[in-house]
């Protein structure tokens, strides 16, 4: 992608991408399913995003034995909690979509 967009042109699709997700999941009072596609954007994204504390240098460290994060894996270790969020709005959000269509079919 660099090489067709450049660096600015990758961070904007970046963005508009993690703008897309937010806003589909803003949309849950109105339509679970919309919200639902928007949990599993955010469930790929950080799940991306965590596979960064394998593959960033320094964010695992070794200390006496045990592996202990650095700077870049104390930043990126939030993902993990955002993933879990993730889950749980498809979760919630696949159970009131199909609620609702069992609902609609009564």
């Not at 904007?12 to 849950?28: H, K, Q, T």
């Not at 919630?92 to 609609?104: C, D, F």
């Amino acid at each position: 992608m660099y090489l067709v967009l450049g660096e600015q042109g990758v961070s904007n699709v970046i963005g508009v991408i993690e703008l897309l997700v937010a806003a589909l999941l803003v949309l849950r009072p109105f339509s679970p399913r919309a919200s639902f596609l928007g949990s599993l954007g955010a469930i790929v994204t950080f799940l991306l995003t965590t596979s960064f504390l394998f593959t960033t240098p320094g964010a695992l460290q070794l200390g006496h034995g045990v592996q202990i994060l650095g700077d870049a894996g104390q930043f990126l270790i939030k993902d993990l909690v955002l993933l879990g969020a993730s889950f749980w709005t498809a979760a919630e959000a696949w159970r009131t979509s199909t609620a609702r269509s069992n609902w609609s079919e009564a």
